[in-house]
């Protein structure tokens, strides 16, 4: 992994690794804003009331239905149901379902928003196959557990009335986001690839032999023999060709 020039050496230039590059780049950036608002955001999915008692947020009920979040949930007592952060306390009282679905978020996050920074670094920097390989592992990660995040829907808060929301949907269109950006990065040819293809060859070309030459080659068997190839260049540019054998 390098900076390259137009000799391929040293310096910087944009995207060496070509337009499959550029279009990896923007997808992935697309599915890190994606989940990101799928995750932290306060819409995943729909409650009733029953999610204020369960968690300890109001002593009562609240009569209509809400967003709620992985990591915080729609206050309906503040403007225009303003999203407030889990407290400590509130954490504490989750089950095993919601604490490991705010894992998975996490990790997909993470996961997906390194690749997505790995792919912005292609830009001007080389990179071999095995990174190219390990940027498309961290994306197929981040898909798998951004589906994975559909534990929430097991927790205790979805035991009563819990309803598919915004959230849960970008979850979704993320998870194919981030496996479509995955098969774009493996189709990216690594640099070391791309000046094999581009790259003149080196060395001389040899001119056309002068009609009337001859070339003799002689090969030596495993008997002890001797295989000769005399090769000779007719007028016409064609080539006569007598193989005999010498002991």
């Given at each position: 992994m390098g900076c390259c020039d137009d000799d391929g050496d040293r310096g910087c230039c944009a995207f060496p690794h070509g337009r499959l590059s550029i279009w990896s780049m923007i997808l992935a950036i697309c599915t890190y804003i994606v989940t990101s608002l799928s995750f932290f955001g306060c819409?995943?999915?729909?409650?009733?009331g029953a999610f204020d008692l369960d968690l300890g947020i109001f002593s009562g009920q609240f009569?209509?239905?809400?967003?709620?979040?992985?990591?915080?949930?729609?206050?309906?007592?503040?403007?225009?149901?303003?999203?407030?952060?889990?407290?400590?306390?509130?954490i504490e009282r989750m089950d095993g379902a919601f604490r490991t679905a705010r894992v998975f978020g996490y990790i997909a996050n993470i996961f997906i928003g390194i690749a997505a920074l790995m792919l912005i670094l292609m830009g001007c920097l080389r990179f071999n196959n095995a990174a190219m390989k390990g940027i498309g592992s961290l994306l197929l990660a981040g898909a798998i557990?951004?589906?994975?995040?559909?534990?929430?829907?097991?927790?205790?808060?979805?035991?009563?009335?819990?309803?598919?929301?915004?959230?849960?949907?970008?979850?979704?269109?993320?998870?194919?986001?981030?496996?479509?950006?995955?098969l774009l990065v493996f189709k990216i040819p690594?640099?070391?690839?791309?000046?094999?293809?581009?790259?003149?060859?080196?060395?001389?070309q040899h001119a056309p032999f002068a009609p009337g030459t001859q070339t003799v080659t002689e090969t030596t068997l495993l008997d002890g023999t001797k295989k000769v190839v005399r090769t000779t260049v007719n007028a016409d540019g064609s080539r006569t060709i007598e193989e005999t054998v010498e002991r």
């Open positions: 819409f995943y999915v729909e409650v009733d009569d209509s239905s809400r967003g709620v979040g992985l990591f915080s949930y729609e206050d309906p007592f503040r403007d225009d149901y303003t999203c407030v952060s889990y407290s400590q306390n509130q557990f951004s589906l994975l995040t559909f534990t929430f829907f097991a927790s205790d808060t979805c035991s009563n009335d819990c309803d598919f929301f915004a959230g849960a949907g970008l979850a979704v269109v993320g998870t194919f986001s981030a496996f479509a950006t995955a690594s640099t070391s690839q791309s000046n094999s293809l581009s790259e003149p060859q080196s060395g001389h």
